[in-house]
């Protein structure tokens, strides 16, 4: 007796289920990982304003290294999606070590970088001559944990192509409270001041990227999967995040410009900017946690050689995409008296930020399509067209960006640009979604 195909409304359940199974746990552990700045901040600040800057200068130089090499957890996850659709867990878990000993790879080259150029970095990124050393030595012993968190991106990428975002939530979180612990203890109990939190959150990577082979190597010692580095699958995860480094990099230019062209516009926008940044961040975690979850289905779909699954998973997860950024615009507007506050008791910056605060506030359902059409085609292995459409949108919005001193619209102006920037990424992405050719079946792109 043949079963009857699925009706729509339980197609739509069912692809609700996954999409919330792997996006909630997912956006946990996003929100858990800048809580680590935010605790060596609150530990440092206490030490003196001179340690908290250089505590600035640093995270800021290493947050710009990871945000970097992001396309370590990207190409991963959908590398082994596609394994785990094909039913080859052995192979799914023999593609995620191969990500790992890139991560290794990539790591041991950023510390040989840092450590011999740490002050120069410092300089170039404008420590005053108090705050400077306090970076220099933070920069210097965090550069110790950069392989750790490179193999953390790659190893929560493995998990994520087999479905499992609840083991990354775990480790965030102990990550997280492991972290504030040995802050306090070597900052305050060993009296180690700033080189202490340095040091503890070194530990606190190396924990965390220890748990996450504790669990990789069982899972290759249960499907037979070899742990030894292999060059030709080092090199394919390479050239698999050769496209995504692109991406990346194009769109920390657009963040960059952003904040140059706010400074210029004066010290309220500018003050304005980052508080509106910082919320912008805050709400791309909650959409980000949905593109992951694209990554995973569509990477499973497409290694399963079920295209229809996959358009039908691409439709829903849209539709969760607009849900979620209406709801967040409705919750910014409603916010914002309550918001700024927080941050600022200067009326100019509150001026400034407020009309931005609209334009963020409508630009959300946008953004919501924008973060999971990229999911979508990261899962699919499309980064070659991702880098593409990146690069245009860097093209169209720089000179737009740049022309707003001289134009003028303050703040108001610049955040209409970034609104504009968002229009064309979901252009672009739009018009690859609809044309299918990102439709590619089978356990490799």
């Known amino acids: 007796m043949t079963q009857a195909p699925a009706t729509p409304k339980a197609t739509r359940r069912r692809h609700d289920r996954e999409i919330i199974a792997l996006a909630v746990p997912a956006f946990g552990a996003l929100v858990a990982e800048p809580l680590f700045v935010i605790v060596d901040s609150a530990i440092i600040g206490h030490l003196g304003t001179a340690q908290l800057a250089g505590l600035g200068v640093a995270s800021a130089l290493l947050m710009t290294a990871v945000s970097v090499f992001v396309f370590l957890a990207y190409a991963t996850t959908a590398a ?97 409270l492991a972290n504030a612990v040995l802050n306090a203890a070597l900052v305050y109990g060993a009296d180690l001041g700033i080189a202490g939190s340095a040091w503890g959150t070194v530990l606190a990577q190396c924990g965390m990227a220890a748990a996450y082979l504790v669990v990789v190597v069982r899972g290759a010692h249960l499907h037979g999967a070899s742990l030894r580095p292999d060059a030709a699958g080092i090199r394919a995860s ?46 791309a975690f909650a959409l980000d946690a949905i593109a992951i979850a694209g990554q995973a289905i569509i990477g499973r779909y497409l290694g399963a050689d079920d295209t229809e699954g996959a358009r039908q998973a691409c439709r829903r997860m849209v539709e969760w995409g607009v849900a979620v950024g209406v709801v967040l615009g409705v919750l910014v507007v409603l916010s914002r008296p309550l918001f700024l506050p927080l941050f600022t008791t200067d009326a100019g910056v509150k001026d400034a930020a407020l009309p931005a605060l609209v334009i963020v506030a409508l630009s959300q359902p946008i953004a919501g399509v924008v973060f999971t059409l990229d999911g979508v085609l990261m899962g699919a292995g499309d980064g070659p067209y991702l880098a593409w459409a990146m690069i245009l949108t860097l093209a169209v919005f720089a000179p737009v960006a740049l022309l707003i001193p001289t134009l003028g619209g303050g703040l108001t102006a610049l955040w209409a640009a970034m609104t504009l920037m968002m229009t064309v990424r979901l252009l672009t992405l739009w018009l690859r979604a609809r044309s299918g050719r990102w439709l590619v079946t089978g356990a490799t792109r």
């Open 80 to 176: 082994v999606a596609r394994r785990v659709g094909a039913d080859d867990l052995p192979a799914a878990i023999r593609q995620g070590m191969d990500g790992i000993w890139l991560a290794l790879i990539l790591g041991v080259a950023v510390i040989a970088a840092v450590l011999p150029t740490a002050p120069f970095l410092v300089d170039l990124f404008g420590a005053s001559d108090t705050a400077a050393p306090y970076a220099t030595t933070y920069l210097r012993i965090s550069a110790l944990g950069i392989p750790a968190m490179l193999v953390v991106l790659a190893a929560t990428g493995v998990l994520r192509g087999l479905q499992d975002t609840r083991t990354p939530l775990y480790v965030a979180v102990a990550g997280f």
């Open 238 to 283: 390479a050239q698999a995040g050769v496209p995504l480094l692109v991406r990346t990099l194009s769109l920390r230019a657009i963040l960059m410009i952003a904040t140059a062209v706010a400074a210029r516009l004066g010290d309220a926008d500018i003050a304005a900017h980052q508080i509106i940044l910082s919320l912008w961040s805050l709400l």
